[in-house]
Nanobody, 127 residues
Framework: QVQLVESGGGLVQAGGSLRLSCAAS????????MGWFRQAPGKEREFVAG????????RYGDSVKGRFTISRDNAKNTVYLEMNSLEPEDTAVYYC????????????????????WGQGTQVTVSS
């Protein structure tokens, strides 16, 4: 079992920045792939960014490319999501997710592949 705890959400004006953190426990962190998803009211859960186990390959959703950066610190068992140039459309609950499927080396964008989820943190961007 992997436990995930997000932090860092809040209210920010358009054009501002936030950094989300997700602390993991319960399994050797370097063996799990990590992702960030978000869900706005009335919308499906959307892939935001992911980082693989092993070589740390990253992948981003089209709507956040060039603005968001995902990184992982294996020494701290933590994954981060640096969000810059925030837009009102980025308003959502952001979820940290993880899976430990060793046969998957690439970053997966499908939520159902991820076995473990955090409780979510609200990000609100005002115009």
């Amino acid at each position: 079992q992997v436990q995930l705890v997000e932090s860092g959400g809040g209210l920010v004006q358009a054009g501002g920045s936030l950094r989300l953190s997700c602390a993991a426990s319960g399994r050797t962190f370097s063996t799990i792939a990590m992702g960030w998803f978000r869900q706005a009211p009335g919308k499906e859960r959307e892939f935001v960014a992911g980082v693989s186990r092993g070589d740390g390959t990253t992948r981003y959703g089209d709507s956040v490319k060039g603005r968001f950066t995902i990184s992982r610190d294996n020494a701290k068992n933590t994954v981060y999501l640096e969000m810059n140039s925030l837009e009102p459309e980025d308003t959502a609950v952001y979820y940290c997710a993880a899976h430990g499927r060793a046969y998957i080396m690439m970053v997966i964008t499908t939520p159902s592949v991820y076995d473990y989820w955090g409780q979510g943190t609200q990000v609100t961007v005002s115009s």
